[in-house]
């Protein structure tokens, strides 16, 4: 192969790679949005006073903080991923039941298992009322920019809830905003 | 050896240049007026440095700082969230940039403007990074924010591997270190993962050989080595990484030429290892334990004063060594690390001022007498160089 050749061909599969990489990252996320389990979650206000603070609000759910005693076995490592499983009541509001390191086979309709990381470390005693603080990947959403006021003054005093989208291998991802009721801001696939 | 200039390091490496030009001027005078020289050999050699200096000019320079700053500028186009755009041509851009920066490269490369080609390789990385993240804040993506700066180091690597592009493999240290940085933050644990990454970028860096690409490589090593101690065992095994320091430091001492027959690197070796004691031992003197808690009772001041003894015997200890070698870079470093020591355990004080005077005056005299010692020796030994 010639100098020419060989530098076309590496310049070629360096710029596939990545772009394949960047492309992979995009079509997992859609495929996730579209086909993923759609479950809604309440938010509870992080920072009560200014939630859309700039184009970038911090959501806080129910569910993000998960009692301690409900894991079975060793406790994870600092930023190693587990699994949380929550289950929808008759009431139609989702509470953590469990959590496992690996992801659980669950096979009611009632129960979903969420991919998480705790937030700040898992706490050290392991007394019964313990909490642990997690993250699920859907703790953090741009609004477009100059939506946020909108947004915010739809948010006053009004209920909101995020529709989520939940895959096989328990990945999140936020849909869309719901408040009071009725979908305000869904997320375009493209 | 750090001062064996290396082909390629003789091009990239200026002020090593500069300096040993300064330092040749100085020679050729005396050895034109010792008459060792003629005239017409000092300017021939005179003329041979210039030559080789001036491979190393201000455009590549600056073309690599301007791919640094246009990834600046596509980074901060990702804080601006730019949403006058739909999804899909967002994506367009990127990919469009993406391509521009390697079909830019290729056509400096077939012109042989190999510099300003690095910088387009360059900019394409930097493009790469700036899409993950782009890509991660339009789809609300969160994950493992290390997970990220992985992605675009292994980009970065394959950049680099692939164009044997130098300014791409100093890309990949720098975000191997910071995802290290990041996942040690995170986790608060050992990232092990780091070693492999490690491995296969140096075994780029020597494939290469390029010496700046392998201090780097120990550089992020050294980076990854000193915080050990706080994350193993009772999070205060400081001696590990002093020891890995002293161990790496003997072993380029012991087994300085068979290292060197292979890859002249011993010296830096030593250098490092020389760094990552006095970085273990200087936590454990003065930041673990005594910030947070001030710990200076009694109880104490045997422990540091040990430690100080220690530190001090190593130091001069690699002084010797580093003068013995001439290795200039260690010498050097030595030195700093005895100053910083010196003004730290001042700063300290064992207990009363007294027993700090006392230490000093201790020291004082035992440093002069190792002066003295190494001038006795010197004026033994140079009799018999100067014989034949």
């Known amino acids: ?190 | 050896m750090i001062n064996n200039i290396s082909p390629l390091g003789q091009r990239k490496g200026s002020r090593r240049v500069s300096w040993y030009r300064h330092r040749l001027e100085r020679d050729l005078t005396r050895w034109r007026a010792e008459g060792w020289v003629s005239e017409a050999g000092a300017s021939a050699i005179r003329a041979d440095l210039k030559s080789r200096g001036s491979a190393f000019g201000a455009a590549p320079v600056f073309a690599i700082l301007g791919a640094v700053l246009f990834g600046f500028a596509v980074m901060s186009f990702v804080a601006a969230n730019w949403t006058a755009m739909s999804k899909l041509v967002r994506l367009g851009l990127l990919f469009a940039a993406l391509w521009a920066c390697y079909g830019g490269a290729l056509l400096l490369f077939r012109r042989q403007l190999n510099a300003f080609a690095h910088a387009a390789v360059l900019g394409g990385i930097a493009v790469f990074g700036a899409s993950i993240m782009l890509i991660a804040q339009m789809y609300h993506m969160e994950g493992n924010p290390p997970d990220a700066v992985l992605m675009w180091a292994v980009g970065a690597l394959l950049a680099a591997a692939l164009l044997r592009s130098n300014p791409a493999l100093a890309a990949t240290f720098v975000l191997l270190a910071v995802w290290t940085c990041y996942e040690r933050f995170l986790a608060g644990a050992v990232h092990w993962s780091f070693l492999p990454a490690w491995v296969a970028t140096t075994a780029v860096a020597v494939w290469f050989g390029w010496r700046p690409g392998l201090h780097l490589a120990a550089a992020c090593l050294v980076t990854w080595v000193i915080p050990l101690g706080y994350l193993v065992l009772d999070h205060h095994a400081h001696w590990i990484v002093i020891s890995i320091g002293i161990a790496a430091a003997f072993a380029a001492a012991a087994a300085g030429p068979a290292i060197d027959r292979r890859l002249p690197a011993s010296a830096a070796i030593f250098a490092y290892g020389t760094l990552v004691a006095f970085a273990g031992l200087y936590i454990m003197q003065f930041i673990d334990r005594v910030v947070l808690h001030d710990i200076q009772d009694k109880m104490w001041t045997p422990q540091l004063v040990l430690l100080a003894v220690l530190t001090l015997a190593l130091l001069l200890g690699a002084m010797l060594w580093a003068v013995h070698t001439d290795n200039r870079a260690a010498l050097w470093l030595a030195y700093g690390a005895f100053a910083l020591e010196v003004f730290s355990l001042y700063l300290k004080t064992f207990g009363t001022l007294l027993n700090t005077s006392l230490f000093f005056l201790i020291a004082a005299i035992m440093v002069s007498l190792l002066a003295w010692a190494a001038y006795r020796l010197h004026q033994r030994k140079a009799p018999t160089e100067a014989a034949p």
Not at chain 1, 52 to 66: A, H, I, K, N
């Open chain 1, 1 to 190: 192969m010639t100098a020419a050749r060989k530098l076309l061909l590496s310049l070629a599969i360096v710029a596939l790679a990545q772009t394949g990489v960047l492309a992979a990252m995009v079509i997992d996320r859609v495929r996730l949005l579209k086909s993923g389990r759609e479950i809604t979650l309440p938010i509870v206000p992080v920072d009560p006073r200014d939630l859309f603070r700039g184009e970038y609000v911090r959501l806080g759910y129910d569910v993000s903080r998960v009692p301690v005693r409900l894991f079975e076995g060793p406790a994870p490592n600092p930023n190693q991923a587990f699994y949380v499983v929550i289950e929808k009541d008759p009431d139609g509001r989702w509470a953590p039941v469990k959590i496992s390191r690996t992801m659980p086979q669950e096979t009611s309709t009632d129960r979903v298992a969420l991919k998480a990381r705790a937030r700040h470390g898992w706490p050290s005693a392991t007394s019964d009322d313990r909490a642990v603080s997690v993250r699920y990947g859907i703790e953090s959403y741009f609004v477009p920019e100059g939506q946020g006021p909108r947004l915010e003054a739809l948010a006053r005093d009004k209920k909101m809830a995020a529709l989520i989208a939940v895959d096989a291998g328990g990945d999140a991802a936020i849909k869309g905003l719901i408040i009071d009721g009725a979908l305000q801001y869904e997320e375009p696939l493209f």
